[in-house]
């Protein structure tokens, strides 16, 4: 997914993504383990998109906690 389509949801369903994504990314961690992965090229999709969840959750926490300042 594109970082635009991660800053239209909000903090809940960005981290229901970002536990889908941990989910996945275990899954494929063994299918890879156990020769099973025929899609390698999704583990390196996987992990730079929890890099993109946590990155607008953390501007979205900082942009809320200032303006409640």
Known sequence: MAI???RDLS???L???LAKLKK???NLRFQTASGQNENTSRVRQVRRDI???MTVARQKRAGSS???A
Do not use: G, I, N, Y
């Open 66 to 68: 200032s303006k409640s």
């Open 24 to 26: 996945e990314q275990f």
């Open 51 to 53: 890099a993109r969840v």
């Open 4 to 6: 635009s389509d991660f």
């Open 11 to 13: 903090l809940d369903q």
């Open 15 to 17: 981290d229901d993504q």
